[in-house]
């Protein structure tokens, strides 16, 4: 059986990915053999593609961390041939693994997760960890007590998967929602996900002191870098600011005084956990739960395939908003 994979191969130095045509035995070896109808697009994935950073650790390789399929053999998984299941997250898959960007996926059984009776398989994969590591970002704020009460909430990198998805999830818990981007064309969507109010990313704080005036009673940041440092220097006392990106830096450069003089605490959050080890909050985003994304279909949107390795370059380029759900052969 032959079927097409995007495989990132690292040649005289550089890292370049192409469309090629493979076979099972090309596959990295597994109890379940998975055909692929959607994958999606993270921010990650993209620099996996396009051989930016290092988050592939093995070539040549197959990127690709999140994928919902149809199983063609279970092997002794006790999986049934046809059911429909995915695959996410995790220290291995689309990274030391082949991965999702595959019409045909092989992995070990203990990474698959069976998507319920009835679950839409783009719903799945729309959500999946963009979703979920926001949801993460929203209950580590309810847990310390962030309520919307006390204040706005800022939302930086708001067009992007993760960022829009926060946007929806505060929101619809009636937060007032502030997104931050750098986009001036992208006002209306974000509004419609659910911001109150937009500002331009240079304008997250006053100035460059390193305290300026009290302006958000918490914030959830999609972008690292000088952003970061803008947030938690205009951050109210005892803020909190849940961090989980780096599109615009990796190294943050800011002072102590955010935190011994307003007690703002600065959390990391890690999403990147298989569907089969997430608990109560991956439950709380299906239909009729507290974290239930409400315009999962205005974030995510569909590409074929055959368009993937150019949707990465425009993604890197930050010329993308929402969440991209790969389809196959459909």
């Known amino acids: 059986m032959k079927f097409q994979a995007i495989r990132l191969y690292s040649e005289g130095g550089e890292r370049r990915s192409r469309l090629v045509e493979q076979s099972l035995s090309d596959l990295d070896p597994g109890e379940v053999v998975i055909k692929?109808?959607?994958?999606?697009?993270?921010?990650?994935?993209?620099?996996?593609?396009?051989?930016?950073?290092?988050?592939?650790?093995?070539?040549?390789?197959?990127?690709?961390?999140?994928?919902?399929?149809?199983?063609?053999?279970?092997?002794?998984?006790?999986?049934?041939?046809?059911?429909?299941?995915?695959?996410?997250?995790?220290?291995?898959f689309g990274m030391r693994r082949d991965g999702a960007y595959s019409e045909y996926v092989r992995v070990p059984a203990d990474w698959v997760g069976r998507v319920p009776p009835g679950s839409d398989g783009f719903y799945v994969v729309g959500m999946g960890l963009a979703a979920y590591t926001s949801a993460l970002a929203v209950d580590e704020l309810l847990q310390r007590g962030v309520r919307p009460e006390h204040g706005p909430v800022l939302v930086t990198g708001g067009t992007g998967g993760s960022s829009s998805f926060a946007i929806d999830l505060l929101a619809g818990l009636g937060f007032h929602v502030v997104a931050s981007t750098g986009k001036p064309g992208e006002h209306d969507y974000l509004k419609k996900i659910g911001a109150a109010e937009v500002v331009a990313r240079d304008a997250i704080a006053a100035g460059d002191k390193p305290l300026e005036d009290q302006r958000w009673a918490a914030a959830i940041d999609a972008v690292g870098g000088a952003p970061l440092d803008a947030l938690l220097r205009s951050m109210k006392q005892r803020g909190v600011v849940c961090a989980f990106g780096n599109a615009a830096g990796e190294?943050?450069?800011?002072?102590?005084?955010?935190?011994?003089?307003?007690?703002?605490?600065?959390?990391?959050?890690?999403?990147?956990?298989?569907?089969?080890?997430?608990?109560?909050?991956?439950?709380?985003?299906?239909?009729?739960?507290?974290?239930?994304?409400?315009?999962?279909?205005?974030?995510?949107?569909?590409?074929?395939?055959?368009?993937?390795?150019?949707?990465?370059?425009?993604?890197?380029?930050?010329?993308v908003r929402g969440r991209a759900v790969v389809t196959f052969g459909q």
């Not at 690709?64 to 695959?87: A, H, I, M, Y």
């Not at 956990?273 to 974030?299: A, F, K, N, S, Y």
């Open 36 to 92: 692929s109808r959607y994958a999606a697009v993270n921010y990650k994935d993209a620099r996996a593609v396009t051989g930016v950073g290092n988050v592939v650790s093995r070539f040549p390789c197959v990127p690709g961390v999140e994928v919902v399929g149809t199983v063609v053999d279970p092997g002794s998984s006790g999986l049934k041939p046809d059911q429909l299941v995915t695959v996410q997250g995790g220290r291995e």
């Open 251 to 319: 190294e943050l450069k800011t002072s102590i005084y955010p935190f011994i003089l307003r007690g703002v605490s600065l959390v990391g959050i890690n999403g990147n956990h298989p569907v089969p080890e997430r608990g109560e909050v991956w439950q709380r985003m299906m239909p009729g739960g507290d974290l239930h994304p409400r315009h999962i279909h205005d974030i995510c949107y569909t590409i074929p395939f055959s368009q993937l390795l150019a949707h990465c370059d425009k993604l890197i380029a930050g010329g």
